[in-house]
C-alpha cells in the first residue's frame, strides 16, 4: 500500500487565478495520476505524471491549463491555472502500487 | 478503448442485510485488474476490493466479495451484514496490465436503512 498526503484539502478561488495542489507519497513511484471528479460525476484521468518526462494529457485537458511538475519519485503538483466556474470540482492524485491508492483529495471551489 | 457500466445509479439496503453491485466493463486486454472503491462524503476514495483477472478466486475482504465472471465481464461486488457506515458511493474501476490509471464506471450510491 502506499500513503498520499494531498493538500489543500480544499479551497476557494476567484476566477482568473491559479491554484497549485501537492502530493506526497510516503515510498518512490515510478507514475502518478491525477484525476478530476466534477460535482455529481465519476472520476475522469487529466494526466500521468512520470519522473523525469513531461506528463500525459488525456483527451480533452492540455499541459497550459493543467501544468504538472514530478521533480522526484515521491512528489508531484497539479496546478489549475486561469480558474472558472468551471473548474469546480475536486482534484485527486494517485498512484499504483500493487493496487491505486489515492490522495484525500482537494475540493476546489471558484467564484 | 476499455469502458466500465455500472448500470444501478442507486441502492437501498436493510441495516444487517445483504446487497449486491453490479459492474460491466469491455475490454480486449487479457491482463488487467479490477477495483471496487468506497467514497463517503469526506471524498476520500477508499480502496475496498481488488480482483487480478488472471486469478479464478474470487476475492474476499471481511464483509466485501465479489462475483468475477471473466467471460462475461462481469464483476458484482457483495456486502454481507450491512451497516450504517456502508453509506457511500461505490465506483468499479478497470486498469490495464500494462498501464496504472483507472477507468471509473459512473458510481452507485448505496443508501443503508436502519
Known amino acids: 500500500s502506499a500513503v498520499i498526503s494531498q493538500k489543500p484539502s480544499r479551497d476557494i478561488c476567484q476566477r482568473g487565478t491559479s491554484l497549485t495542489i501537492q502530493c506526497q507519497v510516503d515510498?518512490?513511484?515510478?507514475?502518478m495520476f491525477w484525476y478530476r471528479q466534477q460535482p455529481g460525476q465519476s472520476l475522469t484521468l487529466i494526466a500521468t505524471a512520470n519522473q523525469g518526462s513531461e506528463a500525459t494529457y488525456e483527451s480533452g485537458f492540455v499541459i497550459d491549463k493543467f501544468p504538472i511538475s514530478r521533480p522526484n519519485l515521491t512528489f508531484s503538483t497539479l496546478t489549475v491555472s486561469n480558474m472558472s466556474p468551471e473548474d469546480s470540482s475536486i482534484y485527486l492524485c494517485?498512484?499504483?502500487?500493487?493496487?491505486?491508492?489515492f490522495g484525500q483529495g482537494t475540493r476546489l471551489t471558484v467564484v | 478503448a476499455q469502458t466500465v457500466t455500472q448500470s444501478q445509479p442507486e441502492m437501498s439496503v436493510q441495516e444487517a442485510e445483504t446487497v449486491t453491485l453490479s459492474c460491466t466493463y469491455d475490454?480486449?486486454?487479457?491482463?488487467?485488474?479490477l477495483f471496487w472503491y468506497k467514497q463517503p462524503p469526506s471524498r476520500q476514495m477508499i480502496l475496498v476490493i481488488r480482483?487480478?483477472?488472471?486469478?479464478?478466486q474470487n476475492a474476499t475482504e471481511n464483509r466485501f466479495s465479489v462475483n468475477f465472471q471473466k467471460a462475461a465481464k462481469s464483476f458484482s461486488l457483495k456486502i454481507s451484514d450491512s451497516q450504517l457506515g456502508d453509506a457511500a458511493m461505490y465506483f468499479c474501476?478497470?486498469?490495464?496490465?500494462?498501464?496504472?490509471?483507472?477507468?471509473f464506471g459512473k458510481g452507485t450510491k448505496l443508501s443503508v436503512k436502519p
Open positions: 515510498s518512490q513511484v515510478t507514475m
Open positions: 494517485s498512484v499504483a502500487t500493487g493496487g491505486a491508492f
Open positions: 475490454t480486449s486486454e487479457s491482463d488487467y485488474y
Open positions: 480482483q487480478e483477472a488472471y486469478k479464478q
Open positions: 474501476a478497470y486498469c490495464g496490465g500494462s498501464q496504472g490509471n483507472l477507468i
